[in-house]
Nanobody, 129 residues
Framework: QMQLVESGGDLVQPGGSLRLSCAAS????????IGWFRQAPGKEREGVSC????????NYADSVEGRFTISRDSAKNTMYLQMNSLKPEDTAVYYC??????????????????????WGQGTQVTVSS
């Protein structure tokens, strides 16, 4: 069974940092495009970042460019989102997602969540003083 499990969400002060993790089971992340998305209360889900299966393509939302970094650890079959210089507007439930990326590009500049078929359950990030 293919499963994604996020962790690392927390309450953090503005300007602080967090690292979200997403552990995959049942499939090798190396062959999948992976992404992070978020949804704030009362707002639509938005794409945060994604990276292609071979790592040659990385995309970030303008709102997080330069502050967030997406990565994966093949040995641990885990993806990460390092978030620095956090702002109150980063408060949201963060979701990781994945889908087979070797045949058709899943990670695109549009950060379209509809392209991803596998999702985690979400982890809450709250940025507040």
């Amino acid at each position: 069974q293919m499963q994604l499990v996020e962790s690392g969400g927390d309450l953090v002060q503005p300007g602080g940092s967090l690292r979200l993790s997403c552990a995959a089971s049942g499939f090798p992340l190396d062959f999948y495009d992976i992404g992070w998305f978020r949804q704030a209360p009362g707002k639509e889900r938005e794409g945060v970042s994604c990276i292609s299966s071979r790592g040659q393509i990385t995309n970030y939302a303008d709102s997080v460019e330069g502050r967030f970094t997406i990565s994966r650890d093949s040995a641990k079959n885990t993806m990460y989102l390092q978030m620095n210089s956090l702002k109150p507007e980063d408060t949201a439930v963060y979701y990781c997602a994945a889908d087979w990326g070797l045949a058709t590009p899943i990670c695109t500049a549009e950060l379209d969540g509809g392209r991803f078929g596998y999702w985690g359950q979400g982890t809450q990030v709250t940025v507040s003083s």
